[in-house]
């Protein structure tokens, strides 16, 4: 007879027991409240919408991450959501419709078809994140940025790099050299990939301008701290005033985030390209100690809102939450709760008391008729008795 096999999860579904869904949800509530502070208002999008709305904006990279389910009322495809951040968009574009800037946070499980590669090849991201949307400036830029290193704050992660660049570099000079959308596609995958040989291989290939194709092929050497966002002004000189701007707002960022955030070390990337489909302006990524891939990303996504009828700048960020709970520094884990274990009994006077003491926080497990269990087997540390004719908590 085979084994039972009923209890097995399919390849990158997680469950959290007991210990880590408590860790999850303390962090979950740290994290929420560190937005609400910050005047970001919690929004609950549903997990599944019809996918004429998921496939919509940004929506439209994750059609092949969406798990796709008839619905039997309408007959009309719905997904489940990839991804929070197009159903945030969407809510603030249709639902709230307001020209004044719009701060929305969100936290919430999310199904992908396939694992991530930076995610411990989870399929199902406890995803976590916050959107600005209404305002273009560099100061929505710095404050989402702020925010998200506030986020990895609430974790201890100790040594963290920001990682810096803008999509507008490589937009400005496929504009310059008339790339059309394949070749705008394939050159910001080479870029992406870092593959200098095969970039330059293929510009000796093309007839460029040779002055915008030297830029080209020096984007991935742009690559190190504050200083190569220089060493990039004096390669592009004065042929591009839209690509000498975002230098400036990248110096700008840079310096003003050095001062804020001392203990960060800020990278600059001007061939970090990944989500260059969607993405506008500035992007970043957050790495911290210990950890290979990326835990936070975000970036600038404006005219999100169009597809909705609503066009609006926005940029944000978002990361998983058990990603985040993994690099929380080993000293400052969660203080467990104390559990003390009650004695059996609907005596009115007891009964007053375990109300009590629920009322000011504590962990009440109440023993069962018929089941006398020892207050440690019930994972109680403490339990509460009867001494002189008080109820007293007494250790174990």
Known sequence: MKDNQNWL????????????????????????????????????????????????????QL???????????????????????????RLDAHQMGKALPNRLCYAGPVLRTRSNHSNRGSRSPYQIGAELFGHAGLDSDLEVI??????????????????????GIFSALAKALSFDAVTKANVSDMLSR???????????????????????????EFNGDISVVAEAKVAIGDSNTRMTEILDSLEQTSIRLAKRFPDVTIHVDLSELRGYAYHTGMVFEIYAAGMR?????????????????????????????????????????DTVQEKILAPVGEDLELVQVIDALRADGCHIVKQLDGQQYLARELGCQKQLVKQDNDWVIVPV
Not at 156 to 166: Q, Y
């Open 9 to 60: 999860l399919p390849d990158g579904i997680y469950e959290s027991l007991p210990e880590e869904a408590q860790r999850l949800e303390n962090l979950r509530r740290d994290l929420l409240n560190l937005y609400a502070a910050w005047g970001y208002q919690l929004v609950l999008p549903p997990i599944v919408e019809f996918m004429d709305s998921l496939s919509t904006g940004t929506g439209t």
């Open 293 to 333: 891939r990326e835990i936070i990303r975000g970036g600038r996504y404006d005219g999100i809102g169009a597809a909705f009828g609503n066009s609006r700048p926005a940029t944000g960020f978002s990361t998983d939450l058990r990603i985040l709970a993994d690099i929380k520094n080993a000293a400052d884990t």
């Open 146 to 167: 702020a925010l998200a290193l506030a986020s990895i704050d609430k974790c201890h992660a100790g040594d963290v790099v920001l990682d810096l660049g803008h999509v």
């Open 194 to 220: 870092k593959s200098i040989p095969e970039l330059s291989e293929w510009v000796a290939s093309q007839d460029l301008d040779p002055a915008y194709a030297d830029i080209l092929l020096k984007l991935p």
């Open 63 to 89: 059609d092949l991450q969406t798990f796709k389910v008839t619905d039997q009322m309408t007959g009309r495809v719905m997904g489940i959501r990839a991804d929070i951040t197009p159903q945030v968009a």
